[in-house]
Structure formats: C-alpha cells, structure tokens
C-alpha cells in the first residue's frame, strides 16, 4: 500500500477548479524539484493534515491557510484528497470499511475537508475540520486508529538532529524505539524466584528496570539509610502506641508500559568518535542529520504496522555533495526501488513500446490516476526487494522528498521527480513528458549537476558548448537582461542532446496543461560558406569531383542546390529540421549562417573575435605574464584590417578568422572568456555601446536571450497540469 495520489483544493498557493493541485507519487521515491515558492512545501503540510504525523506534533490550521481568490476573498472550505493504491490483503482487513474497488482494484480515499465558521481565529471554534472515506468522500469517517496507521514520519527542514536523538520525555528516539518489533523481547522479573538463577538477558526492557529496582532495594547503603530514617529519627517522633515506619524504594513507573516508555526517554542516539570510540564524537549537523534519517527509516522498515511513508523537506540539509549522492542512493534502496524484478522490467519496455506518437491516449481523471512509473503488478513474488529485506526483514518504505539539490535531482531517475512551477506540479515520468525510452536511457547517463539546474530556473537557455555556455551569460547582461536576476539556467548539453533535453519539458499531454517556463535551443547551422573548405583545408580547390565526394559529413551552401533559389529553400528546410522539436513551451534558435564563432564575425564582431581568438592562442603567456595584453590587442587590430583590405568578401574574411578555431590554435572556450573581457572594456579595449553591440550580434542570440527572459505567462496561462 503506498500513497498513490494528492489532489489539493483552497489551500494557500492553490485554488479550485482549474487552480488547484493534482500529484501523482511514486511506490518508491519522489521528488519534488522547482524554485522557491513553487508549492514544494505545502504539498508536504497537506499530507502532514490529511495523514497526521508520527512524532504527534499538532498542525494547526491558520487564516491564512486558506486560498485567496483574485477578487481577495478567502475560500470557505479546503479540500485535500489522497489516495492510496496497491493494498495487499492484510492492507484490505485493516481498513475494510474504508475501502473502495475502483476497476477491480482496491484503493482508500481519504476526503480531509475544514471549513470556516468564522473569520475569527481567536474563536473556540472556528474552524471545523472532517475526515471521511469513499470515492467521492461519502464513505465512513476516519477514526483516531485508523488516522494513526496512515500517519507518516516527517523531517523537518534545518532539523536539529542532535535535539532530536538526545533522552528527555517524549523524545523522537523513545517514539521510534518503542514500536521497533524487537523492543519487547524478552520475559518479565519475577520477584519470588531466587535471584541467582536468573539470567538476565532473558528480560525484557520492562523485566530489566523491574530487576534494576530489585537490586537497588536490596542494596546494603538503601539497608543502612532506610534503618537510620527508622531507628534514629521516626522511632524518636512517634507518640506512644504508634509505628512509623518508613521504606526507601526505587520507582520505575506504574504499568509496564509506562515502565517501559522511562527507560527509552533515558536512552540517546550519537555517533562514536572515529578515533577512540566513545560516544559524542566530534561531528557536526550533516552527520546527526544522516543517523537522524537511519533512525527513522529503521522504525518505518521494521515495524509491521501504519504506512510506510517518509516526508523528507530538504534532506541535502548540512550535507556536502557527496554526502548528497550517498543519501540519495541509500533512500532508494530504502526504498526497495533498486532492484525491479525481470518481469517488471518487460512490462516498462512493453509499455514503452506500445507508447508511440499518436497513442497516448490516456484518462487523466484524478480519481482515476494511476503512476505511470509504478506498474508493478499486484503480487507479491513480484514486488521490489532489496539486499537489506532480505537480512533484516525489512520493507520497502516510500520516500517523498522536497529539494533545492542539483545534486540531488540528477542523480534521482527523471521517472521520480516531479517539477512544482507555478503551484501545478508536472510529473517527468514516463506517458508524461515527450521522452522515449532511449531519451530516459541517455538522460540516466549524462543529466549530471550541472545540467539539473533546470529544474530549479524561471527560464532555460540549452547550448551546444562551452563557448555559449561563457558567452551568453554575459551578453545577457550587456543588454540588460542578466541571466541571475531572471532566473535563467544555461545548460550545456554538448552537440547531440539539444532535443533530448528540452522534451523533458514538454508535456505528452499539452491538452491537459504546459508548462510555463520559456526554454531556448541554440543550434548551429552547420552549414559552411563555399569559400570556406577550400580556407579551412578540407579541400585542395574547388574541384567538383572532390566536392561530390559521399564520405564527407560537412555540408557547403552549394550542396544544397545550383541556384541561389534551390539553396535558400534547402536551407529552410534545413533550418525547419532543426526545429522539429519545437513546440509548446519551446523554441529552437538557429544560427544565421554556420557556428557561432563565425556568426559573431559575420554579424558585426569579427575584429573582436578575431582579438579574442590570439588572446586565446596567447594565453599561457599571458597568465604567466610573458606578454602583455594591449601587445596582443595591437597586433590583432592590424592584422584584422589587412585582413579586411586583403579578403573578397565578408564570407572570406569570416572564414579565415574561423580557420583559427579549425586548426585548434585557439580554444572556442578561452577565445568566449577573452570576448566577454572585451565587450565589457577589459584589457584596455574599448567597448562597443549597447546600442551598438546589439546591432552587432547575430540576431538569433538576441532572440534566445529576449525569449528565455520574458515570461510565458501572458501568452500562455498554465492550465491544469499532470
């Protein structure tokens, strides 16, 4: 049993209607990734009022918990639906009144609904709060027994762990303790059986305090005090006929379980000193924050009873990133999604094979959702096991995490995160992006930290290399719309992953909602100039049988037809294919002629690329300050200028300041580090103004960089989002 699906209405960021939040969770684990504001955290406070926690910390509703329509008005009522899928037997007895058979299969709802009675917070009662059953919410209410099986455990975020594992009453550690299964074992003390045949490991908790409080009775300094208070001072008070007498004796509770609940809030979890081996060790709040986590997860693995249900707010919390990578991995494993059996494997590709264009027919009825990643079947043998199931008797624990982590979201599978944008939550699994398999095979490979940070951005510029990655950051900036304060991500994706990454952010299903959230490919041409194989060597002249040649993979402008006509429309469909995967929320941007080094040139900058270019060649020199600077910036300024009087055509001349790149003189990213030096007056050079340098840059960098910082939002309202 798992809980399979949320649906919010009227609470703070999140409305009715088409303005409220539907989520699908993961068996395993999910993530929920996006920027601050986003709705990340109230999902978790719904699921800690509809599921109750276990540490028993009281949520208090407030005023200003409840949405606030455009017109200002307060909704009435809140509405928080979750439901849990995959019941196993045992799952059916236990809450048999409560379940609903949807499709043949049994699934519990549970309707948490408050409704304002007054606008009076201060009021006794101001609110009334009411958790029934059913599909529709018509079924039983939900008794304390049953609320409290579905109680989840829950970590706050900037938790104190230290706090959290020290002794005191009603500590975090004696709650998870006290419903370990193996926490009872053992036999009770029994007082009239000699002492000396009694081994005490045989005991309980509960038998070793009743035998500790034997012992300490027994003890020859309680003898000698308890007859000193009775021979030395009563005897001497009592009036005549009386008999005081006094006992000293060691209370430990009343009940078993009260006995019991006194030992654990005395006992504390810490880590051992690596060097000596005694407890306290020096370790700060990452380490408590990890064997915080061990604890819960072993109350949440080992115990028969309640959900197995893990609310994580930012685990990355006083972690570093390795640590990160460590704790995601061993969540995941917590979580049993590591190893899916083979079966389960055939029926995700079979779906997958089934899941062409065209195909994805699917009912998103929120009652009726379904995870797309968890198609495990309902049969135990087939269920996900680990190595730590099998030794501890543990079970699989679903684990629902918040997180701000580059980390964290890349080396979580695409399949379990959720991307929270402008409170609707999209989920990236599989039947709800435009990724295929291959594409989730090939993201699992390369979407590393640096490229995840395009869950977290309002905007996302996807390049094709290092040279775009440096340069357009500050082109941005020079025409005012820096990138930071947009919150615009550029990820690199090398030449081949244009496509793959940006259908992460499309949805399979554009009817059901879109994203909001401009992002820009920037595509190269790839198309050379007809002068420029001849200046860059790849062909001796301009022989047509060389140039006929079907082993060369670069293309010229005369490939693509004997007329100027022919070309341009070649060149257009060229240019279209490059764009396939434009679409909602994206759009492809492509270079005007050829790369981008050479569209610098071509457009306006060719004297300060071509500069970049031998500051570049030049740059051990420079670090190692052998050369100076302006020395370099003359030379290249005569040079660019004999090189404009001596070339044909602008083409030409492009091509030649190309050829420094070709022939690995220079490093596209270095000469990218060196131009944004120049365009910023650096190194002595005088930059070109604004305005001018926007008549000087190609226009389709112009373009990206208006697109990916002006929002979606006016042209493209988000709808309700899957």
């Known amino acids: ?414 399949d379990n995160l959720v991307l929270m944008h402008r409170h609707k939550a999209y989920s990236l699994s599989k039947l709800h992006t435009r990724l295929d398999t291959s594409d989730y095979r090939f993201l699992a490979r390369f979407l590393d930290v640096t490229k995840a940070n395009l869950f977290f951005a309002r905007g996302v510029l996807i390049v094709e290399g290092d040279g775009e990655t440096i340069l357009l950051p500050a082109l941005a900036k020079l025409l005012g719309r820096d990138f930071t304060r947009y919150g615009v991500s550029v990820v690199n994706v090398g030449s081949t992953g244009l496509g793959r990454y940006s259908r992460i952010l499309q949805r399979a299903n554009p009817e059901h909602g879109t994203l909001a959230l401009p992002v820009a490919c920037l595509a190269d041409m790839d198309v050379m100039p007809d002068c420029a194989p001849v200046i860059l060597g790849r062909v001796k002249d301009d022989d047509d049988a060389v140039w006929d040649s079907t082993s060369r993979r670069w293309k010229a402008i005369r490939d693509f037809g004997a007329d100027e006509n022919t070309q341009q429309d070649g060149l257009e469909k060229r240019r279209q294919q490059l764009k396939s995967n434009d679409g909602q929320n994206v759009k492809t941007f492509v270079a005007g002629e050829w790369t981008l080094e050479y569209d610098l040139a071509f457009a306006g900058l060719a004297q300060e690329v071509l500069i970049a270019a031998r500051l570049a060649e030049n740059d051990d020199a420079l670090n190692e300050e052998k050369k100076a600077p302006e020395e370099i910036i003359q030379r290249a300024e005569a040079e660019f200028h004999t090189l404009k009087d001596s070339t044909e055509s602008l083409a030409h001349m492009c091509s030649h300041i190309y050829a420094l790149f070709h022939r690995k003189k220079a490093s596209k990213a270095i000469t990218a580090q060196y131009l944004v030096d120049l365009l910023e007056g650096r190194l002595g050079f005088n930059a070109p103004p604004q305005e001018q340098l926007v008549q000087a840059l190609p226009a389709y960098l112009t373009e990206a960089i208006t697109y990916v910082t002006t929002g979606l939002e006016a042209i493209q309202p988000a709808r309700h989002a899957r």
């Open 1 to 414: 049993m798992y809980l399979s699906a949320l649906k919010i209405q009227n609470f703070r960021q999140f409305g009715a209607d088409q303005e409220s939040l539907f989520i699908e969770f993961n068996r395993g684990v999910t993530a929920l990734v996006g920027e601050n504001d986003a709705g990340k955290s109230s999902v978790i406070d719904a699921l800690r009022l509809v599921l109750q926690t276990r540490d028993g910390e009281y949520v208090r509703l407030q005023p200003e918990d409840f949405y606030i329509a455009r017109d200002g008005n307060p909704a009435h009522q809140i509405n928080i639906i979750a439901k849990f899928s995959d019941l196993t037997t045992a799952d059916q007895g236990a809450f048999s009144e409560y379940v609903t058979f949807k499709d043949g299969k049994a699934v519990v709802y549970v309707h948490w609904a408050a409704r304002r009675l007054s606008d009076d917070a201060l009021a006794r009662r101001w609110v009334d709060i009411a958790v029934r059953s059913g599909h529709n919410g018509g079924g039983p209410s939900l008794d304390n027994n049953v609320r409290q099986l579905l109680a989840a455990a829950y970590l706050r975020p900037l938790r104190d762990a230290a706090r959290e594992m020290s002794p005191g009453r009603s500590s975090r550690l004696s709650q998870v303790l006290k419903n370990f299964p193996d926490i009872k074992n053992g036999s009770d003390f029994d007082s009239t059986k000699p002492v000396a045949d009694l081994d005490p490991a045989s005991l309980s908790l509960a038998g070793l305090a009743e035998y500790l409080r034997h012992l300490v009775n027994l003890h020859q300094g309680i003898k000698a005090a308890q007859d000193s208070v009775n021979n030395d001072y009563l005897s001497h008070l009592a009036l005549e006929g009386d008999e005081l007498q006094g006992q000293i004796n060691f209370v430990e509770g009343g009940s078993e379980p009260a006995r019991l609940r006194q030992i654990l809030e005395r006992l504390e979890l810490s880590l051992l000193d690596q060097e000596s081996g005694d407890p306290r060790g020096k370790y700060g709040l990452g380490s408590n924050n990890l064997l915080f986590m061990a604890c819960e997860l072993l109350l949440l693995g080992r115990e028969p009873d309640g959900l197995p249900l893990l609310l994580i707010e930012e685990p990355e919390a006083h972690l570093h990133p390795q640590r990160q990578l460590r704790l995601m991995e061993f969540l995941s494993s917590a979580a049993g999604v590591e190893n899916l059996s083979k079966k389960t494997a055939e029926i995700l590709n079979e779906r997958d094979s089934q899941d062409v264009a065209g195909t994805r027919q699917r009912s998103y009825s929120w009652a009726d959702a379904e995870v797309a990643t968890a198609v495990l079947p309902h049969d135990t043998a087939e269920q996900p096991t680990n190595h730590s199931e099998s030794k501890n008797q543990s079970r699989p624990v679903q684990v629902i995490l918040t997180t701000h982590s580059p980390n964290l979201s890349s080396k979580i599978p695409l």
